[in-house]
């Protein structure tokens, strides 16, 4: 049975006071045992809010790597420093890193690859535009995002330690969401992606986000799709209303 793992990707928003302000409202009313939960804050607020969940069963995630060790690589966060601030998850590949920083495939699967030498989990996002999905190309773009995400990956971690959220990006901050139903029918067929490239048994492990204006109206339908093992949500993770996503039904 596949543990389910909501991650909340605040991206740019809080500064150190909000976020400690924001964890601490809420933390008390996540208690959950059969999910994980996740808090991917920005880089300047990792400390701060890793000392509100330091003692509950939250855990603390990441919004991006570079994946070289250390040097002269300005603005730049590596693993180790991620490993210094007790970061648990760590997402990668977000449509946003991909359109607005020019992130490769290449570049992503090289920072899978060093987190987990550092034993921190990857999230790995995938997703279509809304023109690859009218032009039904949006099968064979997921399918080419994770076989690059993966490549040279084995398949222990890839069964045990690596996350993928699908995010189309048409459903990213625009209000508009996938269909329980498209959603579910995307995530399977990443899962049988998985299959193929390493076996059912993996498959049937790896676990598998929706991301795209997920909600606490939608939250419930979504997760409880059979191939969706969790979510990845954005702006509702900087309200109130993520301790509802958190504690679906």
Not at 12 to 34: C, G, L
Not at 69 to 77: R, V
Not at 84 to 96: A, M, N, P, W
Request: a negative charge; charged letters at 25%.
């Amino acid at each position: 049975m596949r543990k389910k793992i909501i991650a909340g990707n605040w991206k740019m928003n809080n500064t150190i006071s909000q976020a400690e302000d924001f964890v601490a409202s809420i933390i008390d009313r996540i208690n959950v045992s059969d999910r994980e939960v996740v808090i991917c804050p920005s880089f300047v607020c990792l400390d701060t809010v890793y000392s509100v969940i330091e003692n509950t069963n939250v855990k603390l995630g990441a919004q991006n790597v570079y994946f070289e060790e250390k040097g002269a690589y300005t603005g730049e966060i590596s693993a180790d420093m991620l490993v210094s601030c007790f970061v648990d998850y760590t997402i990668i590949g977000h449509s946003e890193r991909r359109n607005i920083f020019s992130e490769t495939d290449e570049m992503i699967n090289k920072k899978a690859k060093t987190l987990l030498t550092r034993d921190i989990k990857p999230i790995i996002c995938v997703g279509e535009t809304l023109e690859q999905r009218e032009q039904n190309k949006h099968f064979d773009f997921v399918k080419s995002q994770v076989i690059n995400a993966l490549k040279d990956i084995d398949e222990k971690s890839v069964a045990e330690k690596i996350v993928i959220a699908y995010e189309p990006i048409w459903a990213i901050g625009t209000g508009k969401t996938a269909t329980a139903e498209q959603a579910n029918e995307m995530c399977k067929f990443i899962r049988d992606t998985i299959s193929e490239l390493y076996s059912k048994k993996v498959a049937d492990k790896i676990r598998i986000q929706y991301g795209g204006s997920v909600n606490a109206k939608n939250a419930s339908q979504i997760l409880n799709m059979p191939d969706i093992d969790g979510a990845l949500v954005g702006g509702a993770s900087l309200k109130d209303e993520f301790v509802s996503i958190v504690n679906f039904e």
